[in-house]
């Protein structure tokens, strides 16, 4: 181990145990792809993040947590077959801004052979793990739009159906029954425009596309409605039914974040405010026009 400023030594023993977790998960993720080619993008990127912890660790001498490292490694493999590989590297990549930004604050602190090392790591850290990431190349990318597109509009759409029906009847079986009607016509008729913006779009089957749409929104749709089926208080299923899409939310915005690099945050709060605000609006609309009409007697 090289002798050190404390400074020097607390930003090589972060780096160096962040360099070594990333090691082993992008090792672990290599072993459980079957594309060739991810396959290998994968292995670079191991082999990069172990060239970078040796790196550190010549100035933090730290004994990693392997144990720990490893059933963190394989939560990501689970998280990688749920959502792709492209996702989790994504998400390992997140906070490398700051990290730049402690690698630079000790450059001064190294020799010079040190500091050439370092800004080799730091341009590996800036552009190329992101480039070799982009080389994943999974369909999950390429259509992520078509999914965001189902979801969004599913949870939105059916939430305010959902809302609607509070002021025009007490049965749950109606409510859930007029949501699956709404989502599943709605499903169709995204699903068609969906295919038909993939037609204009280079590189994207029409029919995956259609496919990706339609499939997230009768997903969302039956999570959604789940609730009135399951539970004898419509007031109760509604708000089952909020939670649900407040989760939704939660899962989508969140991958959206990642994938596009963007503040998680701000679009979660965004999202959840559309929900929440067009389920108050339509619950209104439904008990002025319930109460109009004399629906929620009729309807019972």
């Known amino acids: 181990m090289v002798e050190v400023g404390s400074d ?43 060239e970078h912890f040796r790196f550190w660790n010549k100035f933090a001498g730290v004994a990693p947590p392997v144990l720990r490292f490893k059933l963190y490694a394989y939560f990501m493999v689970f998280v990688r077959l749920l959502l792709g590989a492209t996702f989790v590297a ?14 630079r604050s000790v450059l001064p602190l190294l020799p010079d052979a040190d500091r050439e090392a370092l800004l080799k790591i730091i ?19 390429k259509y992520m739009g078509a999914l965001v597109l189902g979801l969004a509009d599913a949870i939105i759409e059916i939430t305010a159906a959902h809302a609607g029906t509070l002021g025009t009847t007490d049965s749950t079986v109606v409510a859930g029954v007029i949501g699956l009607i709404v989502g599943v016509g709605a499903a169709i008729s995204m699903a068609s425009a969906s295919y038909l913006q993939a037609k204009h779009e280079v590189g994207k089957s029409p029919g995956v596309a259609a496919l990706a749409t339609g499939l997230s929104y009768i997903a969302a749709v039956a999570l959604l409605s789940l609730p009135y089926f399951l539970l004898h208080d419509v007031y109760l299923a509604f708000a089952a039914s909020i939670a649900v899409g407040i989760f939704l939310a939660f899962l989508l915005t969140f991958q959206g974040a990642v994938y596009a690099e963007r503040d998680f945050k701000f679009e979660f709060l965004q999202t959840v405010g559309l929900l929440l ?15 109009m009409f004399g629906v929620k007697e009729l309807v019972g």
């Open 8 to 50: 020097l030594q607390k930003v090589a023993r972060e780096a160096a145990l962040d360099e070594y977790r990333e090691y082993v998960t992008y090792s672990a993720l290599a072993r459980a792809e079957r594309n060739p080619r991810r396959r290998s993008v994968l292995l670079r990127l191991a082999e990069q993040e172990l």
């Open 90 to 103: 994504k998400l390992l990549e997140r906070g490398e801004v700051e990290a730049v930004g402690r690698y």
């Open 123 to 141: 341009a590996d850290e800036e552009g190329h793990e992101r480039a070799l990431i982009d080389q994943l190349d999974e369909a999950v990318v």
């Open 277 to 291: 605000g067009t389920a108050f609006l339509t619950y209104l609309l439904g008990d002025w026009l319930g109460s």
